[in-house]
């Protein structure tokens, strides 16, 4: 193994498919991203307190920080932004 792949970051797996961390889908520290609760199904707002690593994001919420699992997140969609003139 060269070291130039010892050193690269390596991809996450989903369900479908295998994803590149250089993907749009990878998240970044300061991402806005909405957390669903598997017990109860509740949606929260939370921002990612790091990048995505290993399958896991730690989130923060109400200056608590935690660990969660990528597949329980999802990024809010940033409005486009207005034309100027």
């Keep these: 193994m060269a070291i130039s792949d010892a050193t690269a970051p390596r991809p996450r797996r989903t369900s479908e498919h295998v994803i590149a961390p250089q993907s749009r889908n990878y998240i970044r520290k300061g991402d806005r991203l909405i957390w669903t609760d598997p ?4 949606e929260i707002k939370v ?5 995505e690593s290993d399958g896991l994001v ?4 109400n200056g608590t920080l935690l660990p969660c699992p990528v597949d329980q997140v999802r990024r809010i969609k940033r409005a486009a932004a207005a034309g100027r003139k």
């Design 39 to 42: 017990r109860s199904g509740t």
């Design 47 to 51: 921002t990612a307190a790091a990048g």
């Design 58 to 61: 730690v989130v923060k919420q």
